[in-house]
């Protein structure tokens, strides 16, 4: 317990420490990934039951840079730009939450100071704790959370509920086999260049 606070307290003060030139550059840098998120969000392909985004990958990278305080707001920031700028069905705030879970998840299990470390010379934990993090993901915010609210909001009836758990099963697995190694090559590329223009502006 006392280490996820201590995560929070740390990532809190990498937005709102003392430093105000590092503090605008930690904003500027979320703004920008909360902007890729959009632009991930628009190529989103919807399937029967379920729907196909990348924008988890940008919550993730934020997440890693910045923690589970600075994921979890980011993320409820994503999704309701998200929502203005593409509408799809009526305006619902529990998704919001879930959403900010999501970021969570990110930031608890990823953020462990990469930001200043080569994570190639870490890959074994770097690997476990992306798949953990994307597992956590699929399971407690997709399959579980959103499933629940889809079916609560009549997104889902009630008696397809078997048949929309077998799509959203067999897409998130195979979704799986992609994504994994898609966090693994991309969070290293965004952290090397977040390293590089921080050590720039130092």
């Known amino acids: 317990m006392k280490s996820f606070f201590n995560l929070f307290a740390k990532s809190y003060s990498e937005m709102f420490g003392e430093n105000r030139s590092a503090n605008l550059?930690?904003?500027?840098?979320t703004?920008?990934?909360?902007?890729?998120?959009?632009?991930?969000?628009?190529?989103?392909i919807q399937l029967p039951f379920a729907k196909v985004n990348f924008a988890f990958i940008a919550v993730a990278a934020i997440g890693m840079l910045y923690g589970p305080f600075v994921a979890f707001f980011a993320s409820g920031i994503c999704d309701v730009v998200g929502y203005i700028a593409?509408?799809?069905?009526?305006?619902?705030?529990?998704?919001?939450?879930?959403?900010?879970?999501?970021?969570?998840i990110y930031g608890l299990v990823l953020y462990r100071g990469w930001g200043d470390m080569n994570i190639r010379e870490r890959t074994a934990e770097f690997t476990a704790r992306v798949v953990a993090a994307r597992l956590l993901d699929v399971?407690?915010?997709?399959?579980?959370?959103?499933?629940?609210?889809?079916?609560?909001?009549g997104?889902?009836?009630?008696?397809?509920?078997?048949?929309?758990?077998?799509?959203?099963?067999?897409?998130?697995?195979?979704?799986?086999?992609a994504d994994i190694p898609l966090l693994l090559a991309l969070l290293?590329?965004?952290?090397?260049?977040?390293n590089s223009v921080r050590g720039r502006n130092r």
């Open 139 to 153: 399971l407690i915010i997709n399959l579980f959370l959103n499933t629940a609210a889809n079916l609560h909001y």
């Open 25 to 29: 550059r930690y904003m500027v840098t």
């Open 86 to 104: 593409h509408p799809d069905g009526m305006f619902i705030p529990a998704y919001i939450l879930i959403a900010m879970l999501q970021g969570l």
């Open 155 to 177: 997104f889902i009836a009630a008696d397809s509920l078997g048949a929309a758990l077998s799509v959203r099963v067999t897409k998130n697995l195979l979704e799986l086999i």
């Open 31 to 44: 703004a920008l990934l909360i902007a890729v998120s959009m632009a991930l969000e628009a190529l989103t």
């Open 188 to 194: 290293p590329a965004i952290n090397a260049a977040y």
